[in-house]
């Protein structure tokens, strides 16, 4: 019962943007109030039309919605919505999706900073580096530590600006050399089609990352003890799991057919193929967690499963956008997926029965 309300929480932030406010942590926190200062020992997820945020969460802030105004501090922050202000402190990266976008002056990044809009104003000195997607980019900061790479149609950067690495940004962008102190500038050339597409591109990867993180949360809400299945898949199982996961593809669309030559059976062949469809979506899902996993016990030595799901789902989207080499893995994950999916579903039967 309480997995199913932990799924109901999820549930309640996946529509954020018909719901006032919504908070939830992995400890079952649920609160509609914006206007506390709490210190969140675990990632934490908020959602809303306008939210306002002072908390300090030691993993993951998540939050989404339609005005953004975010304070308080966090390990990583991944925040999207129409108009948002970010103001807050994060350890490690930031990742910022939206419309109109500020990282104010008061912000402090500790290290990279990946931002897609329509309008980025950057004011806020930032240790790493910069990689930005947007219609029109300002840049105000004092000192940048690191590259900006970035792809504009107008790039503003103010004359107080310094940048100790290199400046990279489209050949066909709207920018005016200023009298910022830039060690380094490279151009790169991107036609009229891939430009204006690349906003686009870029939403339709963190849309993706959004849902695939969702869904394999809402899965070990739910079922917490079925990743615990994905540690059990050593490397001398790997070969038996993707073995599994290839038979099953193969056999059920052959025994739903099998299954359909026979009335009574129909709705049971019916239903077989909608599971069947189930799994095959989730296979990758799957795949990812358990990539996930993998390098955050082996060898990230982290054993917060919030990041570990988040690392698996962020390799997957950036491998399957190499040419080829993409379509290769999607189809072994796939496989992988299935056969990792099998081992739950077998495991988990046995534990019902005992």
């Known amino acids: 019962m309480e997995n199913i309300k932990k799924l109901f929480i999820l549930l309640i932030i996946s529509s954020f943007l018909i719901l006032p406010n919504v908070y939830a942590e992995d400890s079952n926190y649920l609160n509609i109030s914006n206007n506390t200062v709490k210190t969140v020992n675990h990632s934490m997820f908020t959602a809303g039309d306008d939210v306002s945020t002072n908390n300090m969460v030691k993993g993951i802030d998540f939050t989404a919605g339609n005005n953004l105004n975010i304070n308080g501090s966090s390990e990583y922050g991944m925040f999207a919505g129409n108009s948002i202000n970010f103001k807050g402190m994060v350890t490690r990266d930031l990742f910022v999706a939206g419309n109109q976008i500020v990282i104010d002056s008061s912000a402090n990044i500790a290290r990279d900073l990946y931002v897609a809009g329509n309008t980025i104003t950057i004011s806020a000195d930032i240790k790493g580096n910069i990689f930005l997607a947007a219609s029109e980019v300002i840049i105000d900061s004092k000192e940048i530590s690191g590259d900006v790479t970035l792809n504009s149609g107008k790039l503003t950067i103010s004359d107080n600006t310094k940048i100790n690495g290199t400046l990279k940004y489209n050949d066909n962008i709207d920018y005016s050399n200023t009298n910022a102190s830039i060690k380094e500038i490279k151009t790169y050339h991107v036609d009229e089609k891939s430009k204006d597409e690349v906003i686009p591109s870029i939403s339709s990867i963190l849309l993706g ?10 899965i070990y809400l739910l ?18 799991t993707f073995g599994n996961g290839f038979l099953f593809l193969i056999a059920v669309p052959i025994i739903s057919v099998i299954l359909m030559i026979s009335i009574v059976c129909i709705p049971l062949a019916i239903i077989a193929l909608i599971l069947y469809g189930i799994i095959i979506y989730l296979s990758s899902i799957i795949s990812s967690v358990y990539f996930g996993r993998l390098i955050g016990n082996k060898v990230l030595k982290l054993n917060n499963i919030y990041l570990q799901i988040l690392i698996g789902v962020v390799i997957t989207r950036l491998i399957r956008l190499i040419p080829i080499i993409g379509g290769l893995y999607s189809f072994v994950i796939v496989i992988l997926g299935v056969g ?5 579903m077998v495991k988990l039967h046995k534990e019902a029965l005992d």
Not at 209 to 218: N, Q
Not at 223 to 239: G, N, R
């Open 209 to 218: 990352i959004v849902t695939s993180f969702l869904v394999a949360l809402a």
């Open 223 to 240: 079922l917490p003890a079925s990743y615990k299945v994905l540690d059990e898949v050593k490397k001398d199982k790997v070969f038996k």
């Open 340 to 344: 990792l999916v099998y081992n739950m």
